[in-house]
């Protein structure tokens, strides 16, 4: 066994003269415990975050994305679609129209987002889970019908069983080289009745209303252009091996996107968030640190006896300085597995059991969404060694020159 760890430990577990080193030391390690606990909770909620966000987009996205590099529209041709479809992994390719328009229902008004996408796009994307009221169908017997968003019925009060009063939706006139506001002919309107509603995220069930890519295309003369393509990939395929694929086959025009990368702002948002309270948390570990820093130099000054006999007996100072930092790592080493080991188990009890709420009936989940991630654990662990180093490091070394200084 390492000599310098052998007497650190006895001067661990072994009781002090003076009480209050004893006490000083274990502050040192709740401190320890306490802060590590905390950061490894509050990293894997934002992990949970995170997750989550993905979940919801992932509902409403398809995995990969292609819209046009340059202007508003990409003009789909079946060149075009044989170039993704002949890309080894891709599934269903759907056909996109979105874009914000006016809608009125009865005495209500409001603008909103309205997304053209074609009849299977609902079960493709498992927009059909989310329907709350009425059916996940696009269309029926010949007839069209939107979904709206629960946000939109509430707005507008909408009646899915309102035969005589459809939602009327107004677009501007794309053939008009002017606009003239005032007057009716340029503005364009459809009307189709509301057969489904929707409750997936507050951004986008206030917003959005889903139609069928035919009426869609129709009100807005979009012809055989499109917003974007969205592609849904084979059970088990890379996303990032096929995006790069279609980024070769389709060229510089077009923008191939993730969920990931459509959204990167709101996630980018996220993990500044998660740094930021990674650099307080450290810093609030630092501060508990303070208490190994005192310790240590207590427990150098309740020691000195000790430290003169070792010298006597031919005891370097650098073995000396071994033996104070080897005791403040293993104070701090106590507290961070206590630390590790409580924030493990309520992550995992709040993964388990959801035992702390959102409080909010509005809340997308009932619970704090959490998720433990390894590289957390490790960061977490290596910061603290860190700080520790620091903390043990002078009181070791004013404890070694106190035994130049007698030599």
Known sequence: ?????????????????????????????????????????????????????????????????????????????????????????????????????????????????????PDQFIR?????????????????NDKSYAIVGSGVQYILSIALKDEMNPIQIWYPDNSRKTINVSSPESIRKSAIRAGGVFALEQRYDKDYIFVPLSFAADLLQMG?????????????????????????????????QDRDEQHASLLQAIRIEKLFVYI??????????????????????????????????????????????TEGAIIATVG???GLGSGFL????????????????SAIVDAYPVKMQLPDFVATGITIALITFVASYFPAVKAAKDIDIRL
């Not at 502050?27 to 975050?49: H, P």
């Not at 493709?124 to 029926?140: C, E, T, V």
């Open 336 to 338: 961070t597995l206590a």
């Open 1 to 117: 066994m390492n000599l310098s760890y052998f007497i650190a430990r006895r001067y661990f577990l072994s009781k002090k003269k003076t009480n209050f080193i004893n006490i000083i030391s274990i502050i040192s390690m709740i401190g320890v415990g306490v802060g590590t606990m905390a950061l490894v909770i509050v990293l894997s909620v934002f992990n949970g975050l995170e997750d989550l966000f993905r979940s919801l987009h992932g509902t409403f996205d398809s995995e990969i994305n292609i819209k046009p590099a340059y202007g508003k529209s990409l003009t789909v041709t079946p060149q075009l679609l044989a170039k993704i479809r002949a890309v080894e992994g891709v599934g269903f390719v759907a056909e996109i129209i979105e874009d914000n328009v006016f809608l009125s229902y009865r005495k209500g008004h409001m603008p909103a987002r309205m997304r053209g996408v």
């Open 224 to 256: 055989n252009k499109r917003s974007s393509l969205e592609i849904s990939l084979k059970d088990g395929e890379d996303v990032d091996q096929i995006k790069v694929q279609l980024k070769k086959a389709l060229g510089a025009n077009y923008l191939v």
């Open 280 to 325: 307080t948390f450290s810093v609030i570990l630092a501060v508990a640190s303070f208490n190994i820093f005192f310790s240590l130099t207590m427990l150098a000054i309740d020691k000195r006896k000790d430290v003169a006999v070792l010298s006597a007996m031919g005891a370097a100072p650098n073995f000396i300085r071994r033996v104070f930092m």
């Open 124 to 140: 493709q994307n498992g927009l059909d889970q989310a329907i709350i009221a009425g059916n996940a169908r696009l269309k029926y």
């Open 346 to 361: 309520i992550c995992l009890a709040q993964q388990t059991f959801g035992i702390f709420k959102m409080g909010m009936e």
